[in-house]
């Protein structure tokens, strides 16, 4: 199950719903008209997570408490500490810059991580809850029904992992509880899509108001989820499995680096894509393999789906119920 999250008596960062927003929701519920449609229409941003604060905010208003913390509407700056402490002592210094800024900064921050022995990452306010929900659990995530694991007993544990061998028994337990030709006829079918599909957006960088980066102290940007204790729940791998993976991915596969993560949801940046045919397939198969809940939570149904943009597309993003 996923890890037991402070529950908020009072929402700390309740606001006023302004009428283009209730008009916003009016309009994808009622009339169904799409998320494009309503930014180009309203001129205000608006996808699936902000209007899951509005209906959230709507049930508060009738005295229903909500399950998690609710992230900022665009517009509204939480509180940002300097820096914030894990359970076994790391210090993670914490930067807000405006978001148009934060793809420049964090590219000038990397640059510099080899000498500073600070990696950024940047911390996503999009999905999957609200930064404060993370700095609010300075002990980080929960490794295992035990207890937490410290940092270093993560690192230890993923120096004896091998990322291409966890993909590949991730493959193979897909085919532990259904029919292969079921599968292979669902989302795990290598067709090509019948459309034309984009190539996959960069969805946890901020495109209104500000962004957070995080400077971790350790090796690697792979090795931020080890500090986390980030992983462990429902689909998604422990977090010396997502520290395996992403080294891989990094360093012998592609040069796909960690760029920024949510509570639930990873994003790569691609310095190498893979070309078209059986290496995009061979790739689709493994995003697959390591978040197998892709299918509900982008456009990209089924590995051929995801094969076709691969090669043209600079982002990886990865998602866990």
């Not at 028994?169 to 030709?181: G, H, L, R, V």
Request: glycine share 8%; with cysteine.
């Amino acid at each position: 199950m996923r890890p037991k999250r402070t529950q908020r008596a009072q929402l700390r960062h309740s606001v006023p719903v302004d009428d283009r927003y209730r008009e916003a929701l009016r309009a994808h519920m009622f009339e169904h008209q799409s998320f494009e449609e309503i930014e180009r229409r309203l001129g205000l941003p608006f996808d699936d997570s902000i209007m899951a604060r509005l209906l959230q905010e709507a049930t508060t208003e009738m005295g229903f408490v909500p399950r998690s913390p609710l992230e900022p509407l665009p517009g509204v700056v939480e509180p940002l500490p300097d820096a914030f402490t894990t359970g076994d002592g790391t210090e993670i210094v914490l930067l807000r810059v405006p978001a148009e800024e934060a793809t420049s900064t964090w590219e000038s921050l990397l640059a510099d991580a080899p000498s500073s022995g600070q990696w950024p990452v940047i911390l996503s306010q999009r999905y999957g809850g609200g930064i404060l929900q993370l700095l609010e659990e300075p002990e980080g995530f929960m490794e295992h029904a035990g207890g937490i694991a410290s940092t270093q007993a993560v690192l230890d544990k993923a120096r004896t992992l091998n990322g291409r061998v966890l993909l590949d028994k991730a493959w193979q337990s897909f085919f532990e509880y259904e029919e292969e030709e079921e599968l292979m006829r669902g989302p795990l079918s290598d067709s090509p899509p019948a459309r034309h599909l984009p190539p996959i957006p960069a969805r946890l960088i901020p495109n209104t108001d500000s962004a957070i980066i995080g400077l971790f102290p350790c090796n690697d940007s792979f090795e931020i989820p080890a500090i986390l204790g980030y992983g462990g729940w429902n689909g998604s791998p422990a977090a010396a499995e997502h520290v395996a993976v992403l080294r891989y991915w990094q360093q012998h596969h592609h040069e796909a680096r960690l760029q920024a993560l949510s509570l639930d949801t990873i994003e790569l940046i691609v310095g190498n894509p893979p070309s078209e045919g059986e290496q995009a397939l061979a790739v689709a198969r493994d995003h697959f393999s390591y978040a197998s809940d892709i299918p509900s939570d982008t456009m990209y149904g089924t590995v051929g789906d995801l094969a076709s943009v691969l090669p043209i597309s600079q982002h990886w993003h990865f998602w866990w119920d």
